[in-house]
């Protein structure tokens, strides 16, 4: 079993910046792939940003690249989302989640196996 805690959300204005942090604990934490995704009020869970074990591969979605940088430090078991310029449309849950299936960085969220529990970012305009 693998715990994934998320922290770091809140209430920024626009164009400021948040640090999202995902801790983990349990199975190996550097074994595979990890995501970010976020889901808005009404709207379907969305990918945003991925990487892979080694960390020499991440992948965004468009809306966020040139923003958002995804990193992690398997030595502390943590995977985080440094989030800058944000934009109102920027407000949703933010989910990490970790995939023992894929090795490469994996788009849709059946593809993952762990969740976090969520954190709220919400961007003011």
């Known amino acids: 079993q693998v715990q994934l805690v998320e922290s770091g959300g809140g209430l920024v204005q626009a164009g400021g910046s948040l640090r999202l942090s995902c801790a983990a604990s349990g199975r190996t934490f550097s074994s595979r792939s990890l995501g970010w995704f976020r889901q808005a009020p009404g709207k379907e869970r969305e990918f945003v940003a991925g990487?892979?074990?080694?960390?020499?591969?991440?992948l965004y979605t468009d809306s966020v690249k040139g923003r958002f940088t995804i990193s992690r430090d398997n030595a502390k078991n943590t995977v985080y989302l440094q989030m800058n310029s944000l934009k109102p449309e920027d407000t949703a849950v933010y989910y990490c989640a970790a995939t023992w299936r894929y090795s490469d960085v994996a788009l849709n969220p059946g593809q993952y196996d762990y969740w976090g529990q969520g954190t709220q970012v919400t961007v003011s305009s």
């Open positions: 990487i892979t074990r080694s960390g020499d591969k991440t």
